[in-house]
């Protein structure tokens, strides 16, 4: 498996993976504006190449935010997510990065798992933030130690 940079050409594969895996899903023209957006990390999954999954990060200063993270249905349970997880701590570590923050489904146990073992925690909940269904969201934080020096918390 390979993490590279998202391009307009995976546009369809992105658009996919997204409709399959995250309700309300985003249009083309979303993905397609932070392709283009100095101030994201979009990164891609690829397998034999596939592309199963992606992450995308917008850049905030000295902070960052997870707008997205999907990994196609088949290659779930597989680390593809925790891959590009581990790809997006180091281009935040590397990049002076000091926080990154996120918002997950309340019932999304899956991915708060996921979240935790990496080093996020909870620090608050956004209530009725999710549509399709109506759900809270749980606002979780990671906190990078020393990043001018590339070291993870």
Not at 2 to 18: F, G, H
Not at 23 to 44: G, K, M, R, V
Not at 101 to 127: D, P, Q
Request: hydrophobic share 40%; charged share 25%; aromatic share 12%.
């Amino acid at each position: 498996m390979i993490i590279r940079t998202a391009t307009v050409d995976d546009l369809p594969y992105i658009s996919e993976i997204d409709k399959e895996a995250i309700a309300p899903s985003w249009s083309d023209e979303s993905f397609l504006n932070e392709i283009n957006n100095e101030y994201s990390c979009f990164q891609l999954a690829e397998f034999d190449n596939h592309i199963v999954g992606f992450c995308l990060l917008k850049l905030l200063g000295d902070e960052a935010e997870l707008l997205r993270i999907a990994v196609e249905k088949s290659y779930r349970r597989n680390n593809v997510a925790d891959r590009l997880l581990f790809s997006m701590l180091d281009y935040t570590s590397v990049n002076k990065i000091k926080t990154i923050f996120l918002e997950v489904r309340h019932s999304n146990i899956a991915a708060i798992n996921l979240y935790n073992k990496h080093g996020f925690t909870k620090i608050g909940t956004r209530i009725d933030y999710y549509t399709e269904p109506t759900e809270d969201a749980i606002i979780m934080r990671y906190r990078i130690r020393n990043s001018e020096y590339g070291i993870r918390s």
